[in-house]
């Protein structure tokens, strides 16, 4: 199979609007790829936006020169991921010279549109709608498989390229493999979101388990006898960087176990530290005796899967906190309230906040664990910061929004310099009719004739277009962290466009003072 086919089948999905045109895509290809379970998860894990190595040191830097492309395809989808893996292995002095010759030597064989895959693909900008409930439904289409079965099995397989080699080489019988393991992750549950805690109630049918939500690191505990294995919500293994987390999870009452939990980073005074400490302990160059001695990490666990035995996801919310309790001391248990008065719910989530915590979870008493999914039945709760900031700059899309000016450039007005303090940059929350309008504002206000004739081809070369700060835009944020990328040393975590404020100047765009009160407070 080559890579063009791979290529190909991804710019229809990335031009497509409809799901079932997508999925009717992929799982054509999919199918071409079907004699190889190993091609079968290349495809899945390209066409979701990810290479099955992770990371193997290639960024936007190294993309910005590369050979002109071939006149015929050559590349088979088996020799690219071999050179990645090839790639990813390259280390110690003149690392990054020899990778350069690799990547060099692997687009000067691509062909234009080859080329431009592998570039969306390694800069993680392939943003063209597969998203997993679309390639789910394409693994069962390709497969002649029920697509319940398809997300069963990712959901305690815990990665779904492995679920469609296997679907697409076994059918049923091949997803029958899949269950719920001590040791192989799984894909955690996720939440929707409420406006408050009155509209949470309301859509939990009147009573919820309210808890703490922590701005820790979820991760999710497996336990086998006296062995202990620690995955981060992206399933990497953790274990050797959290020894603390390996230490409660040995000191419970149980033989085996999987336990969905929090790690965070706590100040004397309980209070958390901000997140980015927490993170720090996740990097593979910490060292770890050391990290530890200076800041130990605390366990709060949430929810359990699994206990001696009995496969526990299936049943509802209440029966799995009765079982956590019986083991976890309550010391390591998040706070937790289950009421239906909205007054309680509301004092609980103030105590909360002035904790210094995130907000609260809402969940519904009767739920399942919908491992890997979005499930109704919990909701975070959460207050919205939002700041006036001013585009400084923005960048041409990719996927669907090739030929759109989409990922924008926020700056806080500096009282100080007259100018703009950059604090980050976002493509979230842009709707179809937003994206519309502000390709045509911003090429109205791009710096230059020659920035404004700038067209999408220059995603390689000069992607970004500067513009006069002249555009307020409302933001919404999680908060403020410490970084050294940005001339503030801070940047925006989670910011998202609320809305273009036409009714604003640029003078009237929040300060970076009134930024660095959101960060003092650990907002």
Do not use: C
């Not at 234009?112 to 069962?140: I, P, Y």
Request: glycine residues 8%; hydrophobic residues 45%; proline residues 4%.
């Amino acid at each position: 199979m080559q890579l063009l086919d791979v290529a190909a089948a991804s710019a229809e999905v990335g031009t497509s609007s409809a799901r079932l045109a997508k999925i009717a895509r992929i799982a054509d290809v999919l199918r071409q790829a079907a004699d190889d379970p190993a091609r079968v998860a290349i495809v899945v894990s390209w066409l979701s936006g990810e290479l099955p190595q992770r990371q193997i040191g290639v960024g936007w830097a190294a993309l910005r020169s590369v050979p002109d492309p071939a006149a015929e395809p050559s590349l088979t989808v088996l020799q690219v991921d071999a050179r990645f893996t090839e790639i990813g292995q390259v280390a110690g002095k003149g690392s990054q010279a020899r990778r350069a010759g690799l990547l060099a030597d692997l687009f000067g064989r691509a062909t234009d549109a080859e080329q431009t895959f592998l570039r969306r693909l390694l800069s993680g900008e392939l943003r063209q709608g597969a998203l997993v409930g679309v390639m789910a439904d394409a693994v069962a289409k390709a497969a002649d498989v029920a697509p319940a079965a398809v997300r069963r099995a990712a959901m305690l397989g815990g990665a779904l390229p492995a679920v469609a080699a296997a679907a697409l080489t076994d059918g049923e019988a091949g997803l029958a493999q899949f269950t719920l393991q001590v040791g192989r992750p799984v894909g955690p549950m996720l939440a929707q979101t409420a406006a408050g805690v009155g509209e949470a109630l309301e859509r939990l049918s009147g009573a919820a388990v309210f808890e703490a939500k922590l701005d820790g690191a979820r991760v999710q505990i497996h336990r086998s006898g006296d062995e202990v294995a620690i995955y981060t919500r992206s399933l990497d293994d953790v274990t050797a960087r959290l020894p603390e987390v390996v230490d409660a999870a040995l000191a419970w009452p149980v033989t085996d176990l999987i336990a969905d939990a929090e790690a965070i980073a706590l100040r004397p005074d309980n209070r958390p530290h901000r997140f980015q400490v927490t993170a720090s302990r996740f990097g593979r160059s910490v060292d770890v005796e050391a990290a530890r001695t200076a800041q130990p990490l605390s366990v709060f666990v949430f929810d359990v899967l699994h206990l001696d035995g009995i496969d526990l996801l299936d049943l509802p919310t209440s029966e799995r906190i009765s079982a956590l309790d019986t083991i976890v001391p309550d010391i390591q248990r998040v706070d937790r309230l289950v009421t239906g008065d909205v007054d309680a719910a509301q004092r609980f989530l103030d105590v909360t906040l002035a904790a210094g915590h995130e907000g609260v979870m809402a969940k519904s008493p009767t739920a399942p664990y919908e491992a890997g999914r979005r499930g109704a039945g919990w909701l975070k709760v959460k207050p919205v910061h939002t700041l006036d900031l001013v585009v400084l700059a923005v960048e041409w899309g990719s996927g669907r929004r090739t030929g759109k000016l989409s990922n924008i450039h926020l700056g806080a007005r500096d009282p100080e310099s007259g100018g703009f303090v950059m604090l980050g940059k976002t493509f979230k929350g842009m709707t179809d009719a937003m994206l519309e309008w502000q390709t045509a504002r911003f090429l109205e206000l791009a710096d230059g004739a020659a920035q404004a004739a700038t067209s999408e081809t220059s995603v390689t070369d000069g992607h970004v277009v500067k513009v006069r700060p002249e555009q307020v835009v409302e933001i919404a944020f999680d908060g403020v962290q410490t970084s050294s990328r940005y001339p503030g040393g801070m940047a925006l975590r989670f910011a998202r466009v609320l809305r273009y404020r036409d009714d604003k100047s640029p003078a009237e765009a929040d300060s970076i003072d009134t930024v660095r009160d959101f960060y003092q407070r650990g907002s």
